[in-house]
């Protein structure tokens, strides 16, 4: 019997358990490896710190999903891979073998350069662990008013930053709490269109919430950050949301990675040197395209790497996969509304977030299994 282990239950494997469950393949073990029981949607978690859901509402249940892929579910930490002897190597001491083997780890926030970052902010990855620190900072809120700074002005930071915002200020009982977001771009989310770019800063203007834009931060403290050209900005709490890092142990499997240390793959999803393995999300870097890393982007990778998969375990040719130019963004503003943009094109309001909620509820759906 063949061994396919997916390592990491992020956006792409949880479509791959899904379809493997629809369409079971005969002789072969399916082993997801995962910290965690339940994976968090990206797309969700602004609405979860808003306020606007539940945390059952953004998780999907990965120890249901494994049951109705007929797969084994092990609780535990890849930490090291053998790709020659084809064995992953796990924190709880577990050794397994695979003969196709598929990485979905996602990636972690690049604090480590910046003095005090790891020890005085909160990063929002790993999520759970960044849910339980929210969760403190509300009863924090409750007893003095705060002042919460979210490092980064990328998508995360800016939706991070309106919807933490929103909840403290809806929230009974809360003292009146400042945020302020600070990056060391010269304008938040740089990567899209001006008129969406200037959707979210009036966002954030209307809230009150305040923009450091064009200064990196180069030191964090207990008392707040020092930018770079000297300027101290008091904090209570300091989130940390600046981008994407890739796990520092991928350097030693001996696998291709790229100038940041993601796994290298091609066309088919595929390692660009230990053909029969895989990698798609965060951690992938693909060798012929350019291609954001996003929950979007994750997502859109799961069929065909579930197609994929089949193949490698058959010995069959592969497929090849071409991302999609340009995706649809939605980005909420706390307040239960929301900015799309496609392209040049941007709009904000009310009916945007209800079409934005109508899509990741929609998406949720799809992951629930009957117990
Ligand atoms: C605040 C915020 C909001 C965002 N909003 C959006 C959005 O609206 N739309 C969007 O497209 N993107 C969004 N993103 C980006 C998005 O979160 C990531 O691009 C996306 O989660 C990547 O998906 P993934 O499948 O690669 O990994 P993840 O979703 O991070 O999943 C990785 C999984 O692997 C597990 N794992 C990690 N390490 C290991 C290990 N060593 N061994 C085994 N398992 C492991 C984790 O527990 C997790 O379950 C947002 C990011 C932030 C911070």
């Given at each position: 019997m063949k061994r396919l282990v997916l390592a990491g239950g992020g956006h792409s494997h949880v479509e791959v358990l899904r379809r493997f469950g629809d369409e079971p393949m005969a002789d072969i073990e399916v082993v997801l490896v995962s910290p965690a029981a339940d994976t968090t949607y990206s797309g969700m978690l602004p609405g979860l710190v808003a306020g606007h859901y539940s945390w059952r509402d953004c998780h999907i249940d990965l120890d249901a999903l494994t049951r109705h892929a007929g797969a084994k579910f092990r609780q535990t930490c890849v930490t090291g891979i053998d790709p020659v002897q084809r064995h992953i190597i796990c924190d709880s001491g577990l050794v397994l073998d695979w003969d196709v083997l598929s990485l979905d780890i996602g990636s972690v926030p690049?604090?480590?350069?910046?003095?005090?970052a790891t020890q005085f902010g909160v990063a929002v990855k790993p999520v759970d662990r960044f849910l339980a620190a929210w969760d403190g900072i509300l009863e924090r809120a409750g007893v003095d008013p705060l002042r919460l700074v979210v490092v980064g002005g990328g998508a995360g930071g800016v939706e991070l930053g309106l919807a933490m915002h929103h909840r403290l200020a809806s929230t009974p009982g809360v003292r009146p709490c400042d945020v302020t977001l600070v990056t060391q771009?010269?304008?938040?989310?740089?990567?899209?269109a001006a008129g969406a770019r200037r959707r979210l800063r009036a966002a954030l203007s209307h809230h009150g919430i305040g923009l450091i834009a064009g200064i990196a931060v180069c030191a964090v403290d207990a008392e707040g950050l020092t930018l770079s050209n000297g300027a101290r900005v008091p904090a209570d709490v300091v989130v940390w949301t600046t981008g994407a890092a890739a796990?520092?142990?991928?350097?030693?499997?001996?696998l291709a990675l790229d100038k940041g240390g993601f796994v290298e793959v091609d066309e088919f999803l595929q390692s660009a040197s230990h053909p029969g393995v895989f990698a798609t999300g965060d951690v992938a870097a693909h060798r012929d395209a350019r291609v954001p890393k996003s929950g979007v982007y994750a997502v859109r990778q799961g069929p065909p790497l579930a197609a994929n998969l089949r193949l490698a375990l058959e010995a069959q040719p592969l497929r090849p996969w071409q991302p999609q130019r340009r995706t649809l963004a939605l980005l909420s503003t706390g307040d239960a509304r929301a900015v799309a943009a496609w392209g040049g094109w941007s709009a904000e309001g009310s009916w945007v977030w209800r079409w934005k909620n109508h899509i990741d509820t929609r998406f949720m759906r799809r992951y629930r299994m009957a117990p």
């Open positions: 690049p604090c480590g350069g910046v003095s005090g771009a010269e304008t938040i989310v740089p990567e899209m796990p520092l142990w991928l350097r030693d499997t001996g």
